[in-house]
């Protein structure tokens, strides 16, 4: 069964930086594209960024302006989002999500909540 | 950016009901649109990939058809576990856009 565990959200003043983990399993993690999507309370969900199986490749959300970074270490069958410069408007669920074969995201994270707040 | 447009916002219907939400795509995405349900407090789940593919374990009884940019999802009867919202997204291009959302309720 397929499993993404995200973990290192919190509370954080404005300005701060927090990194996001996610730990999956149940499947061969460095085979697989991976994808991080946010949703703030109440809104429709939204794309930030994706990293391919090996990590030579990467999609932003242009909005982010280089403040986020997308990484993975596959010995570790992890995927990580590394956030810099939080501004209270990132508040959100973040959640990781694999791109399988349907080419789009077919398995989620239960998320982790980021608030960023003074 | 690709802008999804779904409409309804929100649905009103009975177990039983026929339901049917629209998305439309702001330029062609040939068939890169998912349907998402997704309920409070939980994670989106993918039920329809490539417009009208379903994914694996959802029921028979949600299909999605295209015309054009168009986009429908179908609950062919509403099930009391089909309440819930439903997101189209596009994965024709970078960004991945969702659109705003439709929330079926208990009528």
């Known amino acids: 069964e397929v499993q993404l565990v995200e973990s290192g959200g919190g509370l954080v003043q404005p300005g701060g930086s927090l990194r996001l983990s996610c730990a999956a399993s149940g499947f061969t993690f460095s085979s697989y594209w991976m994808i991080w999507v946010r949703q703030a309370p109440g809104k429709r969900p939204e794309w930030l960024a994706n990293?391919?199986?090996?990590?030579?490749?990467?999609n932003y959300l242009d909005s982010l302006k280089g403040r986020f970074t997308i990484s993975r270490d596959n010995a570790k069958n992890s995927l990580y989002l590394e956030m810099n410069s939080l501004r209270v408007e990132d508040t959100a669920v973040y959640y990781c999500a694999r791109e399988g074969g349907r080419e789009t995201a077919d398995s989620w994270g239960q998320g982790t909540l980021v608030i960023v707040s003074s | 950016d690709i802008q999804m447009t779904q409409s309804p916002s929100t649905l009103s219907a009975s177990v039983g009901d026929r339901v049917t939400i629209t998305c439309r795509a702001s330029?062609?995405?040939?068939?890169?649109l998912a349907w998402y349900q997704q309920k409070p407090g939980k994670a989106p789940k993918l039920l329809v990939y490539?417009?009208?593919g379903l994914e694996s374990g959802v029921p028979s009884r949600f299909s999605g058809s295209r015309s054009g940019t168009e986009f429908t999802l179908t609950i062919s009867s509403l099930q009391p576990d089909d309440f819930a919202t439903y997101y189209c997204?596009?994965?024709?291009?970078?960004?991945?856009?969702f659109g705003q959302g439709t929330k079926v309720e208990i009528k």
């Open positions: 990293i391919k199986q090996d990590g030579s490749e990467k």
């Open positions: 330029q062609s995405i040939s068939s890169w």
């Open positions: 997204q596009q994965y024709n291009s970078y960004p991945w856009t």
């Open positions: 490539e417009a009208s």
